[in-house]
T-cell receptor
Framework: DAMVIQNPRYQVTQFGKPVTLSCSQT?????MYWYQQKSSQAPKLLFH???????NEADTPDNFQSRRPNTSFCFLDIRSPGLGDAAMYLC?????????????FGNGTRLTVT | AQSVTQLDSHVSVSEGTPVLLRCNYS??????LFWYVQHPNKGLQLLLK??????LVKGINGFEAEFKKSETSFHLTKPSAHMSDAAEYFC????????????????FGKGTKLSVKP
């Protein structure tokens, strides 16, 4: 089945220790997104790629970076995780960037910062 | 500016009774509207979407929603709740006026947690 896969499902890192979360998709979608979701809150968009074009949300901290080496893969790098970065990180894809194209989500990576 | 308000943070129903999750939006132009469901420790799954076609939209798992422009509402309903419907539901609005090639114009509601009692 075509899908969005996130690895790992659970990630524990230490305060200040860089961490990378990965996402892959078999849908061949043009757009890939990273969302941060804290407990009992709605997902918050961090950034997205339309093909190779990177789009950063204005309020995304510099601590968060992303890479998309090819259509299928996208990575979220947190350079120096703080306690406030503990959250569920959701990767999503869509066929096009536009108002009618729904998002397809992975199951998320839950990040714990100790 | 566009916004979306989910009127209830928590709804509790008994199994077999109807479900109503309320969503109101504000949009300066012709919106697209979505409902997503999130089960614990899972990603979000699209239930249904409205994109200016029929105002009554049928989705998966027996859910449907009606777009009412005069009331700026897009409430989610289901005739008979199942235990498996217990989850968090997000209403999402997207607006052509704010579209600039970015999906950053997707506005999420704060979510409604649905509990289903046996």
């Amino acid at each position: 089945d075509a899908m969005v896969i996130q690895n790992p499902r659970y990630q524990v890192t230490q305060f200040g220790k860089p961490v990378t979360l990965s996402c892959s998709q078999t849908l061949n979608h043009n757009v890939m997104y990273w969302y941060q979701q804290k407990s009992s809150q709605a997902p918050k968009l961090l950034f997205h790629y339309y093909d190779k074009d990177f789009n950063n949300e204005a309020d995304t901290p510099d601590n968060f970076q992303s890479r998309r080496p090819n259509t299928s893969f996208c990575f979220l790098d947190i350079r120096s995780p703080g306690l406030g970065d503990a959250a569920m990180y959701l990767c999503a894809t869509s066929y096009q960037a536009g108002t009618e194209s729904p998002l397809h989500f992975g199951n998320g990576t839950r990040l714990t910062v100790t | 500016a566009q916004s979306v308000t989910q009127l209830d943070s928590h709804v509790s129903v008994s199994e077999g009774t109807p479900v109503l999750l309320r969503c109101n939006y504000s949009s300066s132009y012709s919106p697209s509207l979505f409902w997503y469901v999130q089960h614990p420790n899972k990603g979000l799954q699209l239930l249904l979407k409205y994109t200016s076609a029929a105002t009554l939209v049928k989705g998966i798992n027996g859910f449907e929603a009606e777009f009412k422009k005069s009331e700026t509402s897009f409430h989610l309903t289901k005739p008979s709740a199942h235990m498996s419907d217990a989850a968090e539901y997000f209403c999402v609005v997207s607006d052509l006026m704010n579209y600039g090639g970015s999906q950053g114009n997707l506005i999420f509601g704060k979510g409604t947690k649905l509990s289903v009692k046996p």
